[in-house]
């Protein structure tokens, strides 16, 4: 009896792939981590550092000045917001909120606490609040929920980390 041979390279199995395919598919990967390196290394745009005029207009920014503009009451009220994320900043965002809510008589006056905070002091998630009630004081009552807590900021920016037409983007990468 005489026994047939196929001359031709073997069919890729589930089992087995083929070789040519396990190879094209190195090959690509490692083009693209080779461009993904080399676009971290790129730059664009021109960053301009104006110099600070030797004459300041104001007061200086530092511990001296705060002390000698916060005489005004008895009482130093400090807050601080941690970090954590959204739920640091719904944290922080609830504390404004209690604060607000919370009057307090001082002189024979009745005033809101969140009137008398001094210093605000946050890192992470809870600068997220600190800084927009720094920009909208008490606005931040009515567009914060709306405009960060009810958004899905978290998976904006995985998204625009994995997109490649951000990387280039007139926005940058920041």
Same mark, same amino acid.
């Given at each position: ?6 001359? !031709?390279?073997?069919?890729?199995? =589930? ?24 676009? #971290?290394? =790129? ?50 965002? #609830? ?32 600068? !997220? ?7 909208? #004081? ?5 567009? !914060? ?19 490649? !037409? ?9």
């Amino acid at each position: 009896m005489c026994q047939l041979t196929e001359s !031709f390279p073997a069919r890729a199995t =589930a089992s087995a792939p083929a070789v040519g395919i396990h190879t094209l598919l190195q090959k690509c990967c490692g083009f693209f981590l080779v461009l993904t390196l080399l676009g #971290g290394c =790129a730059s664009y745009g021109v960053i301009v550092n104006k110099p600070i005029p030797a004459e300041r207009t104001g007061p200086a920014y530092s511990l001296n000045t705060w002390a000698e503009f916060s005489k005004d009451s008895d009482i130093t009220f400090i807050v601080s917001f941690s970090g954590g994320g959204a739920r640091a900043a719904a944290m922080a965002y #609830g504390v404004l909120q209690e604060l607000r809510d919370t009057n307090v008589i001082i002189d024979g006056q009745q005033k809101r606490l969140l009137d008398e905070i001094d210093q605000i002091s946050s890192v992470s998630g809870g600068s !997220f609040t600190a800084a927009y009630y720094g920009l909208n #004081g008490d606005g931040i009552f009515n567009t !914060f929920e709306d405009n960060f807590l009810r958004r899905d900021v978290e998976g904006h920016l995985t998204k625009s980390l994995f997109n490649p !037409f951000h990387w280039f983007g007139h926005k940058g990468r920041t």
